[in-house]
Nanobody, 129 residues
Framework: QVQLVESGGGLVQAGGSLRLSCAAS????????MGWFRQAPGKEREFLAR????????HYADSVKGRFTISRDNAKNTVYLQVSSLEPEDTAVYYC??????????????????????WGQGTQVTVSS
């Protein structure tokens, strides 16, 4: 099993920034990639970004390119999501997830929540106008 714990969420004004963290523990040797998703009330879980565990390759949802940056610190078993230029529409619970599969034949699979094997409990981000 892999345990994921997110932190770094909070209340921020529009235009502000936050750095979200996701600390992984347990059988992290099985992890091949990490992703960030978010879910707003009444909406489906939305893919944001993904990073490979060792190679550093990244993928982003078009909606967040240029505003969000995913990175990792393997020594700390931690993945980060820097979120900038926040808007009220970014208000949601932000989740990190771990995938035991490194690559898929189609990039679209990276965006599917059910492709990920482990999930954190989420961290709330609220953006005020």
């Amino acid at each position: 099993q892999v345990q994921l714990v997110e932190s770094g969420g909070g209340l921020v004004q529009a235009g502000g920034s936050l750095r979200l963290s996701c600390a992984a523990s347990g059988r992290t040797g099985n992890v091949r990639a990490m992703g960030w998703f978010r879910q707003a009330p009444g909406k489906e879980r939305e893919f944001l970004a993904r990073i490979s565990w060792s190679g550093g390759s990244t993928h982003y949802a078009d909606s967040v390119k240029g505003r969000f940056t995913i990175s990792r610190d393997n020594a700390k078993n931690t993945v980060y999501l820097q979120v900038s230029s926040l808007e009220p529409e970014d208000t949601a619970v932000y989740y990190c997830a771990a995938d035991r599969v490194a690559y898929y034949p189609n990039d679209a699979y990276y965006t599917v929540p059910t492709k990920y094997d482990y999930w954190g409990q989420g961290t709330q981000v609220t953006v005020s106008s």
